[in-house]
């Protein structure tokens, strides 16, 4: 067998050997094959990264740089996103199982992220704020914070790094990205783009390895001024409160158990395809997927046939197949997790109408077949916790009210999707539930311009938007005696 590619850390715009002198493979989900030898990170790699990170900071040539050519060289790194396009493609979906298909679709929308916060870069302000003292000047300035710490998930590595960088990079920060240990390859080749358009030695940093030797440090490090992390609700609950205790930031995207509602008065074909895309598309493994579907009773059996058939016609294969229609799971601790969620619904009295059961998509990969669950009730583990995966569970509804309470009964607040024809009823239900996107008659539709936020366990702080650049800036007040006359008596000044 030919040897395999050894990727190394991207610290201080050059490719670093890890400290341990340690590497692991990173293997192909779809084949079991390893693809390449990853540095494996530890706290020495992390101390390189951040001081790399900080001394970019605070040289000149960023700091000083306007924000105008800021904006530049975000759009700079957007056209090389576009210009190398393919070949992202093809890295990430041997790395992740993700289809072709939907990452070529995905790389023809995330320049999109850069070309947004470059016209963003230039339009980040204070105010001039009116005060009763007219020979006082105040007015506020946004600040970048310093160094920015990235930990992102296996799911979708290029976007889910791209919400965080492109806005980070946009204030006028440095950042340190950790990426999973399942999916490295992408996020290295775009720091690398980023070196190439311009951003400075150090500005964009990457330390590949695992989440309690890599991932922790970087957490801990005393010089970081904020932490951005996507993942489980577990793991953001961790950060949160070692970020808490430093008094520093954090941004975090975490778990979902989002539902599906479909009224009697929806058009069924339509809720059906958006159903199917809400859970099966990109083999489920998205925090906002669609897993728990609510339909009237008057059209549940329509709904359930219509869903049903179309699962049971799903193609599993090699993802690089532009007809196969569902990949592996990312790895096969994933694949496991799922398949035991299922035998869990079986126990606790689900009955699975279609799939539940792993496959090997003809290549011996980890495949699960899309599955749906009936017979299920809002007090399963099954319906209650994120399972990560092609499964389905599906529940009738008789009342609005009963399915707003159905639908809020749970300790996530992720998305929410409604299909009805009923303006107000749409607009009542956008309203009602504790979600921080609701989708109407569609479902996983998201913009680099439009802001995302999790309600409850499922995260803090926004991502995407203008919204998303306060949380990598920090607000100052100035303020100026413009008066040539002396300064007032201190002990009756105000305070």
């Known amino acids: 067998m030919p040897e395999l590619r050894t990727s190394q850390h991207f610290i201080g715009g050059r490719w670093v050997e890890p400290a341990s002198g340690e590497y692991f493979e990173s293997t192909n989900p779809a084949t079991r094959q390893a693809l390449y030898r990853a540095a494996r990170g530890n706290a020495a790699d992390i101390e390189r990264a951040v001081a790399a990170a900080k001394k970019a900071f605070e040289d000149p040539g960023w700091r000083d740089l306007s924000q105008t050519r800021r904006g530049h060289l975000l759009r700079r790194l957007g056209d090389l996103i576009a210009a190398n396009s393919e070949e992202l493609a093809h890295m990430e979906t041997e790395d992740n199982g993700k289809l072709l298909r939907e990452m070529r679709g995905q790389l023809t929308t995330l320049p999109e992220y850069y070309y947004y916060y470059a016209g963003l870069a230039d339009k980040i302000h204070g105010d001039f704020i009116p005060t009763s003292d007219r020979q006082v000047l105040n007015y506020t300035a946004r600040e970048p914070l310093g160094v920015i710490g990235a930990i992102t998930p296996w799911n979708s590595p290029l976007t889910l790094t791209s919400s965080k960088l492109a806005p980070a990079l946009c204030a006028g920060n440095t950042v340190v990205i950790k990426p999973s240990e399942y999916t490295s390859a992408t996020v290295l080749k775009l720091a690398e783009l980023a070196l190439e358009a311009g951003f400075p030695p ?48 954090s941004t975090l995207e975490l778990g979902g158990k989002s539902p599906n509602i479909v009224f009697e008065d929806a058009n069924i074909p339509n809720a059906a395809r958006g159903v199917v895309a809400g859970i099966f598309a990109a083999a489920g493994q998205t925090c906002i997927a669609g897993s728990r579907v609510f339909a009237h009773r008057s059209v549940y059996d329509e709904l359930l046939e219509r869903v049903s058939e179309r699962a049971k016609s799903i193609r599993i294969g090699d993802p690089l197949d532009e007809t196969t229609e569902l990949g592996p799971l990312a790895f096969e601790g994933q694949r496991d997790k799922v398949a035991g969620y299922v035998d869990l619904g079986r126990s606790e009295g689900a009955r699975v109408l279609v799939g539940g059961h792993p496959a090997d998509g003809g290549l011996g990969g980890y495949f699960y077949e899309p599955t749906i669950l009936v017979d299920v009730d809002n007090s399963m583990r099954v319906v209650r916790e994120e399972i990560f995966g092609p499964v389905l569970a599906i529940m009738p509804f008789d009342t609005e009210e009963e399915v707003v309470r159905l639908a809020n009964d749970t300790e996530y607040g992720l998305a929410a999707g409604v299909w009805t024809s009923n303006l107000s009823r749409a607009h009542r239900m956008a309203a009602r539930l504790d979600a921080g996107t609701v989708w109407v008659n569609t479902y996983r539709a998201m913009a680099p311009m439009s802001p995302r936020q999790g309600f409850k366990a499922s995260g803090v702080g926004v991502e995407h938007g203008t919204e998303t650049v306060k949380e990598y800036t920090r607000l100052k007040s100035i303020w100026i005696n413009t008066s040539e006359e002396p300064v007032a008596d201190p002990f009756t000044m105000r305070s």
């Open 202 to 249: 150090g500005a964009v940093n990457v330390v590949t390895g695992f989440g309690a030797e890599a991932g922790q440090a970087l957490v801990d490090h005393r010089d970081l001024a904020k932490i951005s992390f996507t993942g489980s609700t577990a793991t953001g609950s961790r950060i949160a409160a070692a970020t808490a205790s430093r008094f520093i930031g």
